[in-house]
């Protein structure tokens, strides 16, 4: 699995890396089943410390995109092929999307470019799920 982080960006490393592996879902680089790599082989390939892999492991299991156990180690749960998401995730995810879109409009953006970004995002997955 190959991820690129940026260590320059104010975007902690840990947020880089559960972030990188939830667009590689999105895009069908990675499926349910698929197995990512050991904290440390991850921590190891990137040049970081194993605590900094497991924090972001941390945020996809509780998120319910991964699940850990010692035999099989981290695994992706789900993906677009799931099913529906779980109860409740779409009001959590409008409350950070209404942040991300906030912090869009306070820097400038205005709606239309902020419209069309998401919809050529969205576009972007649909373009690489596999069918």
């Avoid at 970081?48 to 099989?72: E, M, P």
Wanted: aromatic share 4%.
């Amino acid at each position: 699995m190959l991820l690129t982080l940026d260590l320059d960006r104010e975007t902690p490393i840990y947020l880089q890396i559960r972030d990188r592996i939830v667009e590689a879902i999105a895009d069908g680089d990675l499926a349910e089943g698929d197995a990512l790599p050991s904290t440390r082989q991850l921590g190891a390939d990137l040049g970081i410390n194993f605590h900094t892999v497991n924090k972001a492991y941390d945020l996809l299991r509780a998120q319910g995109l991964i699940r850990i156990n010692r035999k099989s180690g981290a695994v992706i749960r789900r993906d677009a092929r799931s099913g529906p998401a779980e109860p409740g995730f779409a009001d959590e995810w409008q409350e950070r999307l209404r942040t991300l879109l906030a912090e869009a409009v306070a820097l400038g953006l205005d709606a239309g470019e902020v419209t069309a970004r998401c919809g050529t995002v969205l576009e972007s997955f649909r373009a690489k799920a596999p069918s």
